[in-house]
């Protein structure tokens, strides 16, 4: 079995739904199981129901109707008949979670947040379901919560990988085309659950792991991975083939094209993953597997953008030594910051980090207890695997360079935005 998965992006709109179906008919479709992520940027938009919400904003009410109406628009221009059941289904799902959001009681931002986000997968996946259906390519919807179960951590929520393994063997049908959601799952309670942002790529990973997939296809508005980001950087090069612990790194340090916790489970059972481009679906994009760390063998520049550089020094002189450490690192894991690069001297400490939970601020008010901080906020860090000596011309030009550290195959640079 093949798993494919399509981003948002490739949905976006009615010509997007298209081409998914188009890309599916060019390339097979026997035995492959779809994983997709909620429509354009409905995440987002459903992040913004979120706040209203919480602030019990009067906008509620016309966020959600503005999810709608987009998903509506799609339906209208795939949909000649309007009594198709599939405007049912959708409608229903919007009846859910006006129904949550009616009742719920829970004053808790993180299980709010996933029972709410999630209908942009359950709705994106009908109708994509509905729409292969209705041109042939007869298809199982499945919902995903029943299979990928995870623990209660809202929006990082961690896979139970016995029970997952356990239902996807009983479950998926072979020989069939089947169409799932991306980035959601469910816990012991089948309450819904998250993977984190961008997590559709793990669900394919999931996926693929427990059933021993052929391969993991991820379609992409690139034509596969780039050497750099061409967002923010000029004459990006396509790489055509990566290691796993290549990719692994590239996705640490954020090449944002592949989820990073999504390389393990392929690497454990050397699964191929394939990054192609759904507007070229012929071309073979990037293949990342076993082999090669890198063809061609070119510097990659990856940038993250909002990070915070934090430094700490002893407020007595006194080293900063294992147990320091030790005790930062825990208190960083416990308020979920993320650490980008590590810089030590006998009485500083450096770290770059990302704050994705709004913790900094308490975390900061703790440190300053015993030692003295200083921080900057929206730094940027590069992160440049393989580095030549255009670095220099590349990255450097123009920008305050903060902190720069260098090892044998990797050089990141922190500087202000
Ligand atoms: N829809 C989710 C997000 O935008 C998951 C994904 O796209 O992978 O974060
Ligand atoms: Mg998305």
Redesign the pocket.
Known sequence: MKIFKF??ASVKDADGVKNVLNVMQQVGHENVLVII??MGK???AFEEVIKNYFEKSPALQSSIQEVKKYHNQILLDLFDDEEHDVFYTVNSHFEDLEYFIRSNKSPNYNFVYDQI?SF??LLSTTIVSAYFNENGLYNNWIDVRNLIKTDNTYRDANVDWEATQKRITKNIKKNTLNITQ??IGADDNNFTT?L??????Y?AAIFAYCIGAESVTIWKDVPGVLNADPRYFENALLLNQISYREAIELAFYGASVI?PKTLQPLQKKEIPLYVKSFINPLLAGTSVSRGADLEPHIPCYIVKKGQLLLSLSSLDFSFIMEEHISEIFALFHQHKLKVNLIQNSAISFSVCIEDKFNNFMEVKNILAKKFKVTFNENVSLYTIRHFDENVKEIVENNKTVLLKQISRETMQIVTKE
């Not at 984190?196 to 790529?201: C, L, N, V």
């Open positions: 981003g948002g992520s909620a409905t995440t987002n986000v942009g997968e991306g980035f998250t984190g942002r961008e997590g559709s790529d669900s989820h």
